[in-house]
């Protein structure tokens, strides 16, 4: 369903397992962008109403996995400590079609969103099956399925604004371009993506 081109190497869930604090820190900061991408596209495209009924309780639900995210650091001792730049996002922000109509730009900004959120549904569904804290497993488990929703949220809207052939060629090239992306990362025990 997701369409990656690269699976996460397996590497990354023990080393997550063993750095718990660091990676629900950094979810923690993944959940707040979500939520801060969504609110962004509401105030540029605030005249289309689809995108604005769709994409307004995705920013609840961000904002709610941010406050479960938080609850999980604290109930284990943690610190939530300042955010570190997301690489990840970075490449693959990199990525966006510079010009072009507004429609255009809003198609790039759904699809790379679409990607993050595929990516992190992926993560949590290994988060899931793997990690060793039966609340954490319950806990990514449920993310995993709104990440996944999230995920057809953006593709929906895309295909909604823009030709859905040219969509999912553009697609194409986004997911080859985001395994090019995971390749050139190294795995880092501090990082959700």
């Not at 699976?7 to 939520?35: F, G």
């Not at 900004?109 to 060793?132: G, V, Y």
């Not at 949220?153 to 604004?161: P, Q, R």
């Amino acid at each position: 369903m997701l369409n990656l081109q690269l699976p996460t190497d397996p590497r990354w869930v023990d080393i997550a397992s063993m750095n718990l604090e660091d990676i629900l820190v950094d979810h923690a900061y993944c959940e707040q962008k979500a939520a801060s991408s969504c609110i962004s596209l509401i105030v540029r495209y605030p005249n289309l109403d689809r995108l604005v009924d769709v994409l307004t309780p995705v920013v609840a639900e961000e904002w709610a996995h941010f406050e479960r995210v938080m609850e999980q650091i604290r109930k284990r001792g943690f610190q939530f400590e300042k955010p570190r730049k997301d690489m990840y996002v970075v490449k693959l922000s990199e990525f966006i079609r510079k010009g072009g109509s507004k429609m255009a730009q809003l198609t790039e900004h759904l699809l790379m969103n679409a990607l993050i959120e595929a990516r992190s549904c992926e993560r949590f569904k290994l988060l899931w099956k793997n990690i060793a804290d039966a609340e954490l497993q319950q806990f990514y488990y449920e993310l995993m399925v709104s990440e996944a929703g999230h995920y057809v949220n953006f593709i929906d809207l895309a295909k909604h604004y823009h030709d859905p052939s040219e969509v999912d060629k553009r697609w194409k090239q986004w997911l080859a371009h985001e395994a090019k992306v995971l390749k050139g990362l190294e795995i880092r025990p501090d990082r959700m993506h």
